[in-house]
T-cell receptor, first 113, second 110 residues
Framework: DVKVTQSSRYLVKRTGEKVFLECVQD?????MFWYRQDPGLGLRLIYF???????EKGDIPEGYSVSREKKERFSLILESASTNQTSMYLC????????????FGPGTRLTVL | EDKVVQSPLSLVVHEGDTVTLNCSYE??????LLWYKQEKKAPTFLFML????IEKKSGRLSSILDKKELFSILNITATQTGDSAIYLC??????????FGQGTRLTINP
């Protein structure tokens, strides 16, 4: 079974703090994705990566950056957290660029006060 | 602009009812349509549809795609309380990314 894990289920941070969200997959997948999920808006793609050290902007990259130093790990960074970044963050992975199905982690619910 | 629209956004039915969830899409270089079920945590994969008119079935769930009219439906028959969840529809497009709809929150009352 594919396993995608995220470092925290719940996180509370203060405005202006630097926040790191970690995602790890154990199936040697090439592609990894970060989404945020908000009521009424569905999942929106923040960043994705097709390979180590590669990254592509998604639909809403502003205020975020990412890092992929190892194939199995994809980090989402909020350089200076703001209250409008309070959300559920979901990480996903897929085997290759030719694979449509993505496998999701359990999510991190981030609250920025 | 690529978009996926689901309807209804919320649905409450009684156990045993049959429900139909709708998904329409407009994406560049469409490749496939995916359905996911999300309970309290990670969305779990249900179906991937690439061809029009071919029904995919898994137990009480089934789905079909119409590439001419650009929509898909997800049917659930003889609903159970365990079917309560958010159902997500997503279209895979040419830039190799999924575009998600808003989700339909389905509640099954006993």
């Amino acid at each position: 079974d594919v396993k995608v894990t995220q470092s925290s289920r719940y996180l509370v941070k203060r405005t202006g703090e630097k926040v790191f969200l970690e995602c790890v997959q154990d199936m040697d997948h090439e592609n990894m994705f970060w989404y945020r999920q908000d009521p009424g808006l569905g999942l929106r793609l923040i960043y994705f990566s097709y390979d180590v050290k590669m990254k592509e902007k998604g639909d809403i990259p502003e205020g975020y950056s990412v890092s992929r130093e190892k194939k199995e790990r994809f980090s989402l960074i909020l350089e200076s957290a703001s209250t409008n970044q309070t959300s559920m963050y979901l990480c996903a992975s897929s085997p290759t660029a030719r694979t449509d199905t993505q496998y999701f982690g359990p999510g991190t619910r981030l609250t920025v006060l | 602009e690529d978009k996926v629209v689901q309807s209804p956004l919320s649905l409450v039915v009684h156990e045993g009812d049959t429900v139909t969830l709708n998904c329409s899409y407009e994406v560049t270089n469409f490749r496939s349509l995916l359905w996911y079920k999300q309970e309290k945590k990670a969305p779990t994969f249900l179906f991937m549809l690439t061809s029009s008119g071919i029904e995919k079935k898994s137990g009480r769930l089934s789905s079909i795609l119409d590439k001419k009219e650009l929509f898909s439906i997800l049917n659930i028959t003889a609903t159970q309380t365990g079917d309560s969840a958010i159902y997500l529809c997503a279209a895979f497009q040419g830039a190799q990314k999924l575009v998600f709809g808003q989700g339909t929150r389905l509640t099954i009352n006993p």
